[in-house]
């Protein structure tokens, strides 16, 4: 039996977020797709609703096309965005809520926490809008290729074929390290090491290939290309601090892995994502655009 339009809305409000912020890597969209969507529903006929047997499909359905048809629209104001642009990160109360299906198979939960890593939405973005699209209806939210050629208005096996297409764009780029168990205590060391200024201790935390990549956009300062090479990542991490007096750095979890935020005068000022493997941070993800902080206010 379907749901009173009240009670569809706040059941489903959290995974068509969810949904579209996968989709999108930007938070302030995925909710304005989903109110979007839901305005929608709304707005039909009283008996048209009534004779939707699947509403919580038909809002997937209208979701799946409204994020499609936004990340094509997106592609062209990446090529004006100035430097670096990186997905919005989320603080751990919203994240946490974001996560998708029960922890009654770890390998499936596994992928499903990963798809809210920075990392994982990071390398999203080489897909094309609709490998993008049938990779993450199917193998994050179990979609079948039926379900998602209808949102595609594909055949399934074209939708089949964008997934597998989507997996062999990841397999290129080599999928991102699986969080370990020294992640936080790595984050910790680096915290103290940018503390104190000392390059030393940072060439030592981070991987020779490290790269750091910061997002300004345009707003307020930031590298504007990928930095590469411990060195050069230190002596970057170490100025900022230096030209910011009274920056202080807080452990923070970030899309579901610890971080750090860095804060000044009490307010949110760069947010950074971590890759850690071998015990040494290889990449990290610098969000400063204030665009993309407003969830963190003080944090």
């Known amino acids: 039996m379907p749901l009173p339009d ?33 305005a929608r529903w709304f707005a039909l006929d ?22 499609l048809d936004l990340l094509r629209s997106v592609r062209a104001r990446r090529e004006r965005y100035v430097g ?11 994240a946490s809520a974001l996560v998708v299906g029960d922890a009654s198979d770890p390998a499936e939960q596994a992928v499903r926490d990963e798809s809210l890593s920075i990392a994982f939405l990071t390398m999203l973005e080489s897909m094309t ?18 379900e998602i050629a209808g949102i595609l208005e594909r055949s399934p096996a074209a939708a089949r074929q964008l997934a597998s297409s989507a997996r062999r764009r990841l397999r290129a780029d080599g999928p991102p390290v699986a969080a370990t168990a020294d992640h936080t205590d790595v984050v910790r ?51 900022v601090s230096a030209q910011a007096p009274g920056l202080e750095l807080r452990e923070q979890s970030v899309n579901g892995l610890p971080g750090l935020v860095a804060e000044r005068a009490g307010v949110a000022a760069t947010v950074a994502a971590f890759e850690v493997a071998g015990g040494r941070v290889v990449r990290i ?15």
Do not use: M
């Open 129 to 146: 809008p609709a490998e993008r699209v049938a990779f993450v209806l199917h193998d994050v939210f179990a979609f079948s290729f039926t």
């Open 285 to 299: 993800w610098a969000v400063r655009n204030p665009g993309k902080l407003r969830l963190w206010g003080a944090a």
């Open 189 to 239: 060391r680096l915290r103290l090491a940018w503390e104190s200024g000392d390059i030393g201790e940072l060439v030592g935390i981070l991987d020779p290939d490290v790269t750091l990549v910061a997002d300004g956009g345009g707003l307020v300062g930031a590298a504007l290309r990928p930095i590469h090479g411990a060195e050069a990542v230190a002596r970057y991490v170490a100025a």
């Open 6 to 38: 009240t009670d569809l809305f706040v059941h489903e409000r959290r995974r068509l977020t969810g949904l579209a912020y996968r989709l999108t890597g930007s938070w302030t969209d995925a909710e304005d797709v989903t109110q979007d969507a839901f």
């Open 84 to 94: 670096e642009w990186l997905p919005e990160p989320l603080p751990h109360e919203v």
């Open 46 to 67: 009283t008996d048209v609703r009534s004779a939707i047997r699947s509403p919580e499909a038909w809002l997937t359905t209208v979701v799946g096309r409204l994020c």
